[in-house]
Nanobody, 119 residues
Framework: VQLQASGGGLVQAGGSLRLSCVASGRTFSSTNMGWFRQAPGKEREFVARISPSGGVTDYADSVKGRFTISRDNAKSTVYLQMNSLKPEDTAVYYC?????????????WGQGTQVTVSS
């Protein structure tokens, strides 16, 4: 599976961004997907995950109510809508398949996209 995340950028606190991640391969529609992020000097952390149908989602407490994960299986794409952004959301964001019912990555990390939130 090859993963290409995009949509990052520089935004002021309180602003919004929408990240996209296109996945190659013919099994996307049956794959649980997740978003993770890594801030400078910190370990990579879970942000959100979504079931293959999109009917089940899960979020880290730090982003609940502000971020929304969704997917379009016809486009092999998973999205992360980020609203009410805070400076502490600054990080490189990655998408990856995750094992069902877990937040464990199922593949190697692809290319991330940088999100910078200014105060």
């Amino acid at each position: 599976v090859q993963l290409q995340a995009s949509g990052g950028g520089l935004v002021q606190a309180g602003g919004s961004l929408r990240l996209s991640c296109v996945a190659s391969g013919r099994t996307f529609s049956s794959t649980n997907m997740g978003w993770f992020r890594q801030a400078p000097g910190k370990e990579r952390e879970f942000v959100a995950r979504i079931s293959p149908s999109g009917g089940v989602t899960d979020y880290a407490d730090s982003v609940k109510g502000r971020f929304t994960i969704s997917r379009d299986n016809a486009k092999s794409t998973v999205y992360l809508q980020m609203n009410s952004l805070k400076p502490e959301d600054t990080a490189v964001y990655y998408c990856t398949p995750v094992f069902p019912g877990t937040i464990r990555p199922a593949t190697d990390w692809g290319q991330g996209t940088q999100v910078t939130v200014s105060s």
